[in-house]
């Protein structure tokens, strides 16, 4: 697939990390599975593992932790 950012690089399976914020609350996941563009490095998660990421996200503001590095599990 094209990357829909950069407009130029293609998109492969990969792994990537992602980083969210909500409030004070910081949340890295590493090992999320994605499309990652070859050229910008942008990443693109599908519907399942998106909703995935932002529970996970929304459980740890939940319980008001600053900071929380975890690996991702399907």
Same mark, same amino acid.
């Given at each position: 697939?094209?990357?829909?950012?950069?407009? #130029?690089?293609? #998109?492969?399976?990969?792994?990537? #990390?992602?980083?969210?914020?909500?409030?004070? #609350?910081? $949340? /890295? $996941?590493? +090992? /999320?599975?994605? +499309?990652?563009?070859?050229?910008?490095?942008?990443?693109?998660? +599908?519907?399942?593992?998106?909703?995935?990421?932002?529970?996970?996200?929304?459980?740890?503001?939940?319980?008001? /932790? +600053?900071?929380? $590095?975890?690996?991702?599990?399907?």
């Amino acid at each position: 697939m094209k990357c829909t950012i950069c407009k #130029t690089g293609e #998109t492969n399976s990969g792994l990537t #990390t992602v980083t969210l914020q909500r409030k004070d #609350t910081v $949340i /890295v $996941i590493r +090992d /999320v599975p994605a +499309d990652i563009c070859s050229d910008c490095g942008e990443y693109f998660l +599908d519907e399942t593992t998106a909703r995935r990421v932002y529970a996970d996200a929304e459980e740890t503001a939940l319980r008001q /932790v +600053d900071v929380e $590095i975890k690996r991702y599990a399907a």
